[in-house]
């Protein structure tokens, strides 16, 4: 167990997500999601974690291995299609991690993903969460839009709701 991350997560106070992502930004996040959703298939699912558990720091878990905790947790692996997305912000770490489950993953290459966290991570090093966010949405919904657009029918089948951790 690295101590320096230890200290860190637990220095950290716990409303910090909810004070970057809060009622506002929250409500723009979810309000994007359902734009996003409405021409394709697939269900955005966005999480924001501010300092994490004191087990998962102690099996020493990168963010990409609690983005996989959540995907699986949430049930975002449980779409009808397999077109599940998870977009992960892991605030004191300081990472985004985007899964996405094998309907996708068989069609969109995870360097495509790994580019929108790298944006991401670059507006919230600047401040910019709303921007960050919303970008990555409106990206995350296009890559989806040219491989499940939207039939027939289109459950919403998540909450479009970003979740504050």
Same mark, same amino acid.
């Given at each position: 167990?690295?101590?320096?991350?230890?200290?860190?997560?637990?220095?950290?106070?716990?409303?910090?997500?909810?004070?970057? #992502?809060?009622?506002?930004?929250?409500?723009?996040?979810?309000?994007?999601?359902?734009? $996003?959703?409405?021409?394709?298939?697939?269900?955005?699912? #966005?999480?924001?974690?501010?300092?994490?558990?004191?087990?998962?720091?102690?099996?020493?878990?990168?963010?990409?291995?609690?983005?996989? &905790?959540? #995907?699986?947790?949430?049930?975002?692996?449980?779409?009808?299609?397999?077109?599940?997305?998870?977009?992960?912000?892991?605030?004191?770490?300081?990472?985004?991690?985007?899964?996405?489950?094998?309907?996708?993953?068989?069609?969109?290459?995870?360097?495509?993903?790994?580019?929108?966290?790298?944006?991401?991570?670059?507006?919230?090093?600047?401040?910019?969460?709303?921007?960050?966010?919303?970008? $990555?949405?409106?990206?995350?919904?296009?890559?989806?839009?040219?491989?499940?657009?939207?039939?027939?029918?289109?459950? &919403?089948?998540?909450?479009?709701?970003?979740?504050?951790?």
């Amino acid at each position: 167990m690295k101590l320096g991350r230890v200290l860190k997560h637990w220095l950290v106070p716990p409303w910090l997500a909810a004070r970057r #992502f809060g009622p506002a930004l929250s409500a723009e996040i979810g309000a994007a999601v359902e734009i $996003a959703e409405a021409t394709q298939r697939g269900e955005i699912r #966005f999480v924001v974690e501010g300092p994490l558990p004191f087990a998962v720091l102690w099996q020493e878990r990168t963010a990409r291995q609690r983005a996989a &905790d959540l #995907f699986g947790r949430l049930g975002v692996w449980d779409t009808e299609e397999n077109c599940g997305v998870l977009i992960y912000v892991q605030l004191v770490d300081r990472r985004v991690e985007i899964l996405a489950d094998r309907g996708i993953a068989a069609k969109v290459p995870q360097a495509e993903w790994d580019a929108i966290c790298r944006h991401m991570e670059a507006a919230f090093t600047a401040g910019d969460y709303r921007g960050g966010a919303l970008a $990555a949405i409106r990206r995350a919904g296009e890559l989806l839009t040219a491989h499940f657009p939207a039939g027939t029918t289109n459950p &919403d089948e998540l909450p479009n709701q970003p979740m504050v951790i």
